[in-house]
């Protein structure tokens, strides 16, 4: 299993990003698949998840409204956008496998994309 996690960068507030996770060494279109995000000293939290088919979304309170999850399973890619964007949103972004059921991931396999809001 592998991601690469990518789309991160520096961001005045207020503004947008798409991240992007291209995935590997797996059945992509048999998993649903979420992005989290992790502050050093803070637990990961769960940012948004989507089904196989990307019939159903969830999102964390914090950024619903503001984030989109999506992806093409023909590309083997999941998206992230990000919009209105607030220095509270810096983090290190993950993507990830995961489970609709007992809603946790299925581990994290790539380095992750920074993603700094700051003026």
């Known amino acids: 299993v592998h991601f690469v996690e990518s789309g991160g960068g520096l961001v005045q507030p207020g503004g947008s990003l798409t991240l992007s996770c291209a995935a590997s060494?797996?059945?992509?279109?048999?998993?649903?698949m979420s992005w989290y995000r992790q502050v050093p000293g803070k637990e990961r939290e769960l940012v948004a998840a989507?089904?196989?088919?990307?019939?159903?979304?969830k999102y964390a309170d914090s950024v619903k409204g503001r984030f989109t999850i999506s992806r093409d399973n023909a590309k083997n890619t999941v998206y992230l956008q990000m919009n209105s964007l607030k220095p509270e949103d810096t983090a290190v972004y993950h993507c990830?496998?995961?489970?609709?059921?007992?809603?946790?991931?299925?581990?994290?396999w790539g380095q992750g994309t920074q993603v700094t809001v700051s003026s």
């Open positions: 990830a496998r995961y489970n609709w059921v007992t809603r946790i991931s299925l581990g994290f």
């Open positions: 060494g797996f059945t992509f279109s048999s998993y649903a």
């Open positions: 989507i089904t196989i088919a990307g019939s159903s979304t």
